[in-house]
C-alpha cells in the first residue's frame, strides 16, 4: 500500500510561480510512474501530468506545456510539480497519483494522495 501526501499549494497572483511536493510511503517509490491531477470548482477532476519510474517519460496536457515541468527524486520518494506563469485557470485542488505505468497513472490510477489547494489570483 502506497501514500501519497501533497504540500505546496497556496495562494500566488497570476505569472508567479509554486512548487508542489509528494512524498511517498509504503512502496517502493522508484517501482511506480508518477502523476498529477488537479480539480477546479465545479469541474471533473483532470490529468495533468505524469513521469515514468525513473523519469525518462514525461507527459503534459497542452494547457500547461512549456509552464508546468514535472520532476521526481527517487532518494527521497518525492515527485515535483515545478509550476510557472501560473494563471487564474490553474486554480484547483491538486492531487498526486500512482500507478504503474505512465499510462496507468494518466487512466486509472491505483493510489492518490488528499490534494493541495493552489490558488491563482488575477
Known amino acids: 500500500q502506497v501514500q501519497l501526501v501533497e504540500s505546496g499549494g497556496g495562494l500566488v497572483q497570476a505569472g508567479g510561480s509554486l512548487r508542489l511536493s509528494c512524498a511517498a510511503s509504503?512502496?517502493?517509490?522508484?517501482?511506480?510512474?508518477m502523476g498529477w491531477f488537479r480539480q477546479a470548482p465545479g469541474k471533473e477532476r483532470e490529468f495533468v501530468s505524469a513521469?515514468?519510474?525513473?523519469?525518462?517519460?514525461?507527459e503534459y496536457i497542452d494547457s500547461v506545456k512549456g509552464r508546468f515541468i514535472i520532476s521526481r527524486d527517487n532518494a527521497k520518494k518525492t515527485v515535483y510539480l515545478q509550476m510557472n506563469n501560473l494563471k487564474p485557470e490553474d486554480t484547483a485542488v491538486y492531487y498526486c497519483a500512482a500507478d504503474q505505468t505512465v499510462r496507468g497513472v494518466r487512466n486509472t490510477p491505483k493510489y492518490w494522495g488528499q490534494g493541495t489547494q493552489a490558488t491563482v489570483s488575477p
Open positions: 513521469i515514468s519510474w525513473i523519469g525518462g517519460i514525461t
Open positions: 509504503g512502496g517502493t517509490f522508484s517501482n511506480y510512474a
